[in-house]
């Protein structure tokens, strides 16, 4: 498990989404409520990559077949049986910074 700089943070502003890599591990960040997440920039569904999906500060739609997912959670909103794989996150002197494992609570 390692943790990778991956962008500045006030580089992605509130309601802001956009892909990044953690080392090899393609990342989609989002800025929901001013708090910044990290999931796997793949769609549980057919794999399309979520830094093109649409992203209203709250939901994060897929551009493919427009699955929906809550940004806080990664949760299906619809289907709601759905789930992003989520990844830890944190801000270190105003870099974000991303692990490349999954969070435990997701894997
Ligand atoms: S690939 Fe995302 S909803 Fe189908």
């Known amino acids: 498990m390692t943790w990778h700089p ?10 802001e989404l956009r892909g990044v890599t953690a080392g090899t591990v393609k990342i989609m960040l989002v800025n929901a409520g001013g708090r910044i997440r990290a999931f796997r920039d793949e769609c549980p569904h057919k794999g399309t990559p979520l830094s093109d999906a649409d992203f209203d500060g709250s939901t994060i739609v897929c551009p493919t077949h427009n ?18 794989i989520v990844h830890e996150v944190r ?3 105003g870099t ?3 692990c490349d494992k999954p969070s435990p609570a997701a894997a």
């Open 96 to 98: 974000v910074v991303v």
């Open 6 to 15: 991956v962008i500045q943070e006030d580089d992605l502003w509130e309601g």
């Open 67 to 84: 699955w929906e997912f809550d940004a806080c959670t990664g949760c299906g909103i619809n289907p709601g049986d759905s789930q992003l």
């Open 91 to 93: 801000v270190e002197g």
